[in-house]
C-alpha cells in the first residue's frame, strides 16, 4: 500500500476521494492490485476514520472485497460497525458481513430486524438468508405477513435462501393461510424446494379453493420439472375457477407452462455450453 492510496481516501473534497475509491475497486477487481487492496482493507478495519460515503461504496461492492480479503482482516470491524448507531452505516456492515461469511453477525442481524430504518431492515433479512440457519425462522417467520410488500419478499426470498424443511413448513403455512390476495413471491419460493414440494403442489391444484389452485400452477411452473407439465395442461384446458383478484386459473396454467418450458430451455442451453 503506498500513502498516494490513503491519502486520496482521507484527503480532498468528496467527489475526489469517491472517484479514488472506485480506482481502487477497479484495480482490485481486474488485478488483484496488492495496493489497493490494502488501502481497501484500511478503509474496513479502520472504518471510523472515513468518510461513511466511502464506507458505504465500498460495500456495496463486497463482492469485490470478499473475492481477494482475508475475513480474519476484517471480521471484527464489520461485527463493530454492525453495532455502531453513530458510524449509521448499519446497513452496509450487514453486506459486508454477508459477502464475507461472518456468521458470528447472525444474533445481531436478528435484533436489527426491529430497526426502524427500512434500508436496515432490508438488509439483515437479506444476510440472514446468505448466513443462517434453521435457528433464524422463528424471527424470520413473522414476516411473511408484514404489511410491506417488499418485506414479503425479501423474507419468502430469504427463506428460499436457507432451504430445510423448516424454512418450506413456513412457506407452505403462508401459502395455505394467505394474508394478502396476491402471492406470488411465496410461489416463487416454493418452486425452489423441489422435488420435495412438487407433491403438495400437485396436491393443491385439486383444492377447492381457486386462489390455492392458481398459486400452485404459478409455483409448479417455476419448478422447471417435467412431471408437473400434465397437470398444468389439465388446468389450463378444464379448471375455469377465477381469484378474489380475477385472476383465473387456466390462465395461470397457461403462463406457469410458458415458463416451464423457459426454465427448461435455459437449463438445456446452460448444458450443452458447459465442456
Keep these: 500500500m503506498t500513502g498516494t492510496d490513503l491519502d486520496g481516501l482521507r484527503?480532498?473534497?468528496?467527489?475526489?476521494?469517491?472517484?479514488?475509491?472506485?480506482?481502487?475497486?477497479?484495480?482490485?477487481?481486474d488485478f488483484g492490485d496488492p495496493a489497493a487492496l490494502a488501502a481497501l482493507e484500511a478503509l474496513v478495519r479502520d472504518y471510523t476514520q472515513y468518510h461513511r460515503s466511502l464506507y458505504t461504496r465500498a460495500m456495496n461492492q463486497a463482492g469485490v472485497l470478499a473475492a481477494h480479503l482475508p475475513v480474519e482482516a476484517v471480521r471484527e470491524p464489520l461485527l463493530e460497525a454492525l453495532t455502531d448507531t453513530r458510524y449509521n452505516c448499519q446497513a452496509w456492515a450487514a453486506m459486508g458481513c454477508a459477502a464475507f461469511g461472518v456468521r458470528a453477525a447472525v444474533p445481531t442481524l436478528v435484533e436489527l430486524l426491529e430497526s426502524p430504518q427500512w434500508i436496515i431492515v432490508d438488509e439483515a433479512i437479506k444476510a440472514l438468508g446468505a448466513l443462517g440457519d434453521a435457528a433464524v425462522i422463528p424471527p424470520l417467520r413473522p414476516l411473511l405477513a408484514d404489511d410491506v410488500e417488499w418485506v414479503r419478499q425479501r423474507t419468502a426470498d430469504a427463506l428460499a435462501e436457507i432451504g430445510g424443511p423448516e424454512a418450506l413448513d413456513a412457506l407452505w403455512h403462508e401459502f395455505e393461510h394467505r394474508h394478502f390476495p396476491r402471492i406470488g413471491h411465496i410461489a416463487s419460493a416454493l418452486a425452489t424446494f423441489t422435488p420435495d414440494v412438487i407433491p403438495?403442489?400437485?396436491?393443491?391444484?385439486?383444492?377447492?379453493?381457486?386462489?390455492?389452485?392458481?398459486?400452485?400452477?404459478?409455483?409448479?411452473?417455476?419448478?422447471?420439472?417435467?412431471q408437473v407439465a400434465p397437470v398444468l395442461e389439465r388446468l389450463q384446458a378444464q379448471d375455469r375457477g377465477a381469484t378474489v383478484f380475477d385472476g383465473e386459473v387456466r390462465a395461470a396454467a397457461k403462463k406457469a407452462l410458458r415458463t416451464l418450458r423457459r426454465i427448461q430451455a435455459a437449463v438445456a442451453a446452460r448444458e450443452q455450453s458447459s465442456p
Design 11 to 29: 484527503a480532498g473534497d468528496l467527489d475526489a476521494r469517491e472517484a479514488h475509491l472506485y480506482d481502487l475497486l477497479d484495480r482490485a477487481r
Design 200 to 226: 403438495r403442489l400437485i396436491a393443491a391444484t385439486d383444492d377447492p379453493d381457486p386462489n390455492r389452485r392458481y398459486w400452485a400452477a404459478v409455483a409448479l411452473g417455476s419448478t422447471g420439472d417435467e
